[in-house]
């Protein structure tokens, strides 16, 4: 290990006969962490901004589904630092809806127009001198909503009931494509068994610890937007981001940073928010800065598609499927987002995975709900239709009384006959995958694990062994997301396929190598690997080699199929460096050639040294060689072009577009990946433990293993995420609940274990090193293999994700016996709030006073304003009614509400009901309390109970907090009453800030 | 603590990675945004703002704590230590070093925090166990490594194997390091 930190060719000497160590291969250490480990690396945020930079807060819809009736942005224009307000009425006066991959009637708009569709849309804009003046005037912008029934499950789309979301398309069913591949009738009617299966995979996403930033600025004179973001690509995006802008791409220059804070897909999500910046400084005349929260991350980013499976197989006796029927739905949000409905689709060409499955017919929908739109996301669309699939395997081993490791084995694609093509069209390049499974059973020592689960069965408890055989597309087909339209609309719109990767390497008059690529890098080693391909190209030291990953659309080569998404690096930008390095050093050669005199077929490259083959004393220096181009281009040979750049640009020779009979290869290359999951559930608990877990990889050609680990760890663990812990969650009534990493939980160091890592290389035919993507595997294979442990632990079927105590209890678990009925007190009737949490209460206090005191206490607007927490005064709205500005925090949030305050029912001096509604930045409340009084020899007894609905952010961030905030509140109240009919004062306590931050996060007692 | 005006901004001087340095903040402004955008010194990074993610650590006079719940204010006249200080001749200290040889970062975006914290907590605990030192770690969250890396970074620079007979390893491999 030690020895290969230092590069290889640094140890060769640069004499008579130089030699340089291969490269690539080399598990070298990155040369981006120097950087990064002395904070010295420069992610967006930490970039410069211009002079004059306004910083932008964004305002957003606290429903999941309303019509906007109006917003007064007077208030928050006025008000100290802010320049200006932006809405969807500038949205429309200077851009234009987002392009939508299926021809169905649906605008999207940056800035909501008319109508909010999911919790968290973006509604306005403040831009001010800085973040907190914007925030603060996000409270003084009054928006009025009237609210809309939600559509809040895929399920509840497919039945058709429920207010359409996009009126005009009439149906919350977006589109549907029937496919047919293979005679499926024939192969059912032929088969012994047929054996299905649903599933229902959730929404969840990869959550990069770095949120979006964007910067942009607009230049009046040449009406070209420039913008500065942590976007990943795919640039097939730009298109879509200048035709929002109304500009040509010309007139969209975008650059991406140095250093990106992890992307996982997600960042491709960034893209709205582009042109919503874009449009705010056009509107401000001003460059505009915008960083994203965690709240705003979670709520309103982006998810991975939920999806509903629905598989019946033809099944040979032996366990063999000789035909499959798919239906799959796809749960995309509110909007159809660009590159959705790439979900969907991304896998078409292995839709029947690592198997030979001959017949295929399925049927793709894609459902929109009143949630967040779905996009890139690591395993893309393969954590969904693996848990279809694998889950269909282990169910047909329980079914026939198979080991469920035989049916894998039965049915994966042989060896002999490599490179396979799928029913649907995917060419399965290469790969031995029985011997890869062979190999994972012996190394990885299934033979012990079955020892364990017997001795744990045994003990009586609760232990399971599961499996996921796969395979791991990579590079991405630009033409797999015409799928979804028709043949004849495909031949309308022109043909869409490669994926084109391009790479620029240039050499300097001292000889230093530049290399850049349009690959927009987010932690991946892109810098390290480059400079090993290039290095060993040109027999040169590791840190010869400059290596840029920044990126300019004004400057750089690009294609639409740019940047870091589909595991494309190792594959087609790695490969398409190392071509543009051959190119280059063989016009070097050519010019050394002419210098020592010899055949440019004889020239070698090694140690920093231009030699002859036969006779390395015959050689000049690297430098000396690259030099020439620059310092004597008329000293060169006839016809000898100066070496000085080289970019190259590479397509993947089997990405074709869709047939007339919807054939597709999706992906260039697909890599093998074979899981082992051994599990123990704790009875008690309902908690998953994973005992072993053993991954191996067939990815090709590896270039370099440190690197190929790395991103097989970062899978798994957003995998055991994925299984066991993730779920964007929402009320049924459309209220997100996930808005923190304290409610969305990501696993830490003490929930995922460290897998044992096989692999076995069989390098692509397709790709210029042999190398294919392995960035994503574990996070289409592992869920699944979780799972079918799960599933053979509890010898239960598990149908969705994440197993959570909570839904492993409600499986393992006998039901609680039912509450006496005596207990139940009636419950208080919930406010019919669409989106809204809603919270119930009861209880007792005595005040000090008669009953007439109290009464004329909560009648009399001025004390009244001083018992309510967070008011300072009551304005007379009417009789006994009252319009009031109250301040409330709820855990980490304060929110200042506008609210109507009213007492009515009103029955001197026994009874009344005291009801209110407000809304703020923050969300909006209502809720009402009916209040009685008893004369007592205390004084007087009041007995109130009170229901309530919170919504919007508060909800989000503060859900587990709300119950005892709204307990603590009403106990605010009443000290104060009683403070006030001369009680003993409240004593006031007062925990450091931080104490109650941490206490109202749940993180102290 | 003078009584501070919410609407003016207060000078705030702090003592940053021995190096003393005066900015302007008002009263609610984070230490977070404080160091990041009035000091410049951006390679402490914010991953939630709420608490939870820990990319945010620094040592508060020797002791690891959130900028982004640590009021700017809060920090006047003490002592602030950033991940720019660890390394200040630009020799990585052997935790440094030892992230790089284990791959322990990629996108880096939590690893200032994660130094940060281990700086302090080495101290005070020179060799963890693996289980202690996850369960310190739990109070960081990474995305991109699985943790593995760093805790093979750890476990190599206190001296001792990673991964042998311990629950949170399902690898069985007894030895840190790579294939
Ligand atoms: S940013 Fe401070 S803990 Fe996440
Ligand atoms: S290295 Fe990216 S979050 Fe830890």
């Known amino acids: 290990m030690t020895a290969l930190t230092k590069a290889p060719s640094e140890l060769a000497p640069a004499a008579a006969a130089p030699v340089s160590a291969a490269l690539i291969g080399q598990p070298i250490p990155r040369l981006e962490d120097a950087a990064i480990l002395t904070g010295q690396a420069r992610y967006t945020d930490d970039l410069p901004i211009k002079p004059g930079t306004l910083h932008a807060a964004i305002l957003r819809s606290p429903h999941a589904h309303a019509e906007i009736l109006g917003i007064d942005v007077q208030a928050a224009r006025a008000m100290k630092g802010v320049a200006a307000v932006v809405t969807g009425e500038d949205a429309k006066r200077f851009a234009a809806p987002f392009l939508v991959g299926v021809r169905a009637p649906m605008e999207h708009w940056c800035l909501a127009v008319d109508r909010v569709r999911y919790p968290g849309e973006p509604v306005a804009v403040v831009l001010a001198d800085d973040r907190y003046l914007a925030e603060d005037a996000l409270d003084r912008i009054e928006v009025r909503y009237r609210p809309l029934p939600v559509v809040m499950s895929i399920d509840q789309a497919l039945s058709g009931d429920g207010e359409p979301l996009h009126p005009a398309v009439g149906s919350n069913i977006v589109n549907t494509r029937p496919f047919g591949y293979g005679d499926v009738n024939a192969a059912f009617e032929a088969a012994e068994h047929r054996i299905s299966t649903t599933v229902q995979y959730p929404r969840n996403s990869c959550t990069p610890m770095e949120c979006f930033v964007v910067m942009a600025d607009y230049d009046q004179a040449d009406g070209a937007y420039e913008v500065l973001s942590n976007f990943s690509g795919p640039f097939a995006i730009h298109p879509v981001m200048a035709k929002a802008l109304k500009v040509p791409g010309s007139k969209l220059r975008l650059k991406l940073p140095p250093n990106s804070g992890g992307s996982f897909g997600n960042k491709q999500a960034v893209f709205p928010y582009i042109v919503i910046m874009g449009v705010c400084a056009r509107v401000a005349g001003r460059p505009v800065k915008w960083v994203e929260d965690r709240l705003e991350h979670l709520m309103a980013a982006t998810s991975a598609t939920a999806r509903r499976t629905d598989l019946e197989a033809a099944v040979s006796g032996d366990g063999r499927i000789l035909g499959l029927r798919m239906e799959q739905t796809d749960d995309v949000g509110a909007y159809l987002r660009a590159p959705e409905p790439a979900s969907l689709y991304r896998n078409h060409g292995n839709l029947t995975g690592a198997y030979r499955i001959p017949a295929l017919d399925v049927v793709n929908r894609l459902a929109v709900t009143n949630k967040t739109p779905t996009g890139l996301n690591r395993g893309f669309g393969g954590g969904q239709l693996y848990f279809a699939i694998e889950r269909l395997m282990h169910r047909i081993a329980v079914t026939l009384g198979l080991d469920p490791l035989d049916v894998i084995r039965r049915n994966l694609v042989p060896a002999a006959e490599m490179p396979y093509t799928t029913a649907s069209g995917g060419i399965l390049d290469s790969g031995d995958f029985l011997a890869a499974v062979e190999a994972a059973t012996t190394d990885g020592g299934l033979d012990e694990l079955k020892a364990r689960r017997d001795k744990a069965r045994a003990e009586g408890r609760l232990y399971g062994i599961g499996y996921a055989a796969i395979v791991e597309p990579s590079i991405s087909n630009m033409g797999y997301i015409t799928t979804v339209l028709t043949a004849d609309e495909r031949r309308k719109a022109g043909p869409k396929n490669g994926a084109q990767a391009s790479a620029t390497v240039s050499v300097d008059p001292t000889g230093g190598v530049t290399v850049t690529v349009a690959s927009a890098p987010q932690g991946q080693g892109h810098r390290t690997v480059l400079s090993q391909v290039v290095a060993e190209v040109f027999g040169l030291r590791l840190g010869d080699i400059a290596v840029n990953t920044e990126f300019d659309t004004a400057k750089d080569a690009w294609s639409i199929a740019a940047g870091n998404y589909s595991s494309r690096f190792a594959g087609a930008v790695a490969g398409t460096a190392h071509i543009a390095a051959t190119r280059l050093r063989d016009k070097l050669a050519k010019l050394a050639a002419s210098q020592l005199n010899v055949t440019p077929e004889d020239i070698r490259f090694a140690g920093g040294r231009v030699f002859a083959a036969g006779n390395p004393d015959n050689s000049l220096s690297f430098s000396r060689v690259a030099a020439a181009g620059h310092w004597s281009p008329g000293t060169l040979a006839d016809g000898t072009e100066a070496a000085l750049r080289e970019t190259a640009f590479w397509t993947p020779p089997p990405l074709k577009a869709p047939t007339e009979a919807d054939i597709i290869n999706s992906s260039a290359c697909y890599g093998f990946v074979f899981d082992i999951c051994a599990v123990e559930i704790d009875p008690v608990t309902a908690q998953v433990r994973i005992d072993k877990y053993v991954t191996m990889h067939d990815a090709g050609r590896i270039l370099n293993p440190l690197m190929v680990e790395g991103q097989i760890l970062g899978a798994f663990a957003h995998a055991v995420g994925t299984a066991l812990y993730e779920e964007y969650a929402y009320g049924s009534d459309g209220r997100f609940l996930s808005g923190t990493f304290a409610d969305y939980l990501v696993p830490t160091a003490c929930e995922v274990p460290v897998p044992v890592m096989l692999h076995r290389e069989s390098p692509s035919p397709f790709t210029p090193l042999g190398a294919k993507g392995v960035g994503e595997g574990n996070s289409m294979s592992t869920p699944v293999c979780i799972a079918n442990a799960v599933a053979d632990a509890l010898g239960m079927d598990i149908s969705t994700l994440p197993l959570t105590p909570a839904r492993i209890a409600a499986l393992i678990e006998k039901p609680e016996v039912a509450r006496p009925a005596s207990l139940d007190a009636a419950p208080p009737k919930a406010p019919a709030i669409a989106g809204g949490r809603g919270l119930q209460g009861e209880g007792t206090r005595t005040v000090p006073a008669s009953p007439e005191q109290v009464w004329a206490i909560l009648l009399d607007p001025k004390e009244l304003a001083a018992l309510l927490p967070g008011c300072d005064a009551l304005d007379l709205a009417g009789p006994n009614a009252y319009r009031a500005e109250v301040v409330v925090g709820i855990g980490p949030v304060r929110a200042r509400y506008l609210a109507e305050v009213e007492l009515t029912d009103l029955d001197p001096p026994r009874a009344l009901t005291l009801s209110g509604r407000g809304s703020s930045a923050l969300g909006f409340g209502e809720g009402s309390g009916h209040v009685t009084l008893e004369a007592t020899a205390d004084g007087t007894r009041v007995v109130y109970r009170y229901d309530a609905a919170v919504g919007g952010k508060v909800a989000a961030v503060g859900g587990r907090m709300l119950d005892s905030a709204t307990r603590m509140l009403i106990g605010q109240f009443f000290d104060r009453l009683i403070a006030r009919a001369g009680g003993p004062a409240a004593v006031e306590t007062s925990p450091s800030l931080l104490t109650r931050l941490l206490r109202l996060l749940g993180l102290r007692p | ?179």
């Open chain 2, 1 to 179: 603590m003078p009584s501070l005006n919410a609407q003016t901004k207060h000078p705030v001087t702090i003592t940053l990675n021995d190096g003393t340095r005066t900015g302007h903040a008002s009263p609610r402004m984070l230490l977070s945004d404080f160091l990041r955008h009035e000091l410049g010194a951006h390679g402490t990074k914010v991953g939630c703002e709420h608490g939870v993610c820990g990319a945010c650590t620094i040592r508060l006079d020797g002791v690891a704590a959130r900028a982004c719940l640590t009021l700017a204010v809060q920090a006047d006249g003490r002592r602030v230590d950033t991940v720019e200080g660890l390394a200040p001749d630009g020799r990585m200290t052997t935790l440094q070093d030892a992230f790089n040889r284990h791959h322990a970062l990629q996108c880096g975006f939590c690893t200032a925090g994660i130094l940060m914290s281990l700086s302090d907590y080495l101290e005070r605990v020179p060799k963890p166990t693996e289980t202690e030192l996850r369960d310190m770690l739990s109070g960081h969250l990474c995305r991109c490594t699985g943790y593995a890396g760093i805790v093979r970074a750890v476990m190599d620079v206190t001296g001792q194997a990673s991964g042998n007979a311990d629950a949170k390893d399902a690898s069985g491999r007894k030895e840190p390091g790579h294939v």
